[in-house]
Nanobody
Framework: QVQLVESGGGLVQAGGSLRLSCAASGRTFSTYGVGWFRQAPGKEREFVASISVTGASTRYADSVKGRFTISRDNAKNTVYLQMNSLKPEDTAVYYC????????????????WGQGTQVTVSS
């Protein structure tokens, strides 16, 4: 089993930066790909970024390419999402999720989810 806890959300002005962290418990974390998803009020949850088990491969939604960077430190059981050049439309609850040996951009692949952290970008 893997348990995930997100942190690092907050209020930031447009153009600013935040770094989200996803801390995982469980000795099998290094066998899971990890994805970041977000859900804005009244909208469906959407894919943001994902990273493979080793961290060698990543995926990004077109809306965040060039602005967000996902990384992981398996020694610390932590995945990060560095968010730069934030826009008001990035406002959402951000969730990290784990998928066994997968990092695809489909929500259905992810079996373990955190509780989410709020990111609010003011204009």
């Amino acid at each position: 089993q893997v348990q995930l806890v997100e942190s690092g959300g907050g209020l930031v002005q447009a153009g600013g930066s935040l770094r989200l962290s996803c801390a995982a418990s469980g000795r099998t974390f290094s066998t899971y790909g990890v994805g970041w998803f977000r859900q804005a009020p009244g909208k469906e949850r959407e894919f943001v970024a994902s990273i493979s088990v080793t961290g060698a491969s990543t995926r990004y939604a077109d809306s965040v390419k060039g602005r967000f960077t996902i990384s992981r430190d398996n020694a610390k059981n932590t995945v990060y999402l560095q968010m730069n050049s934030l826009k008001p439309e990035d406002t959402a609850v951000y969730y990290c999720a784990a998928a066994y040996y997968s990092y695809i951009d489909q929500i259905r692949a992810y079996t373990h989810w955190g509780q989410g952290t709020q990111v609010t970008v003011s204009s």
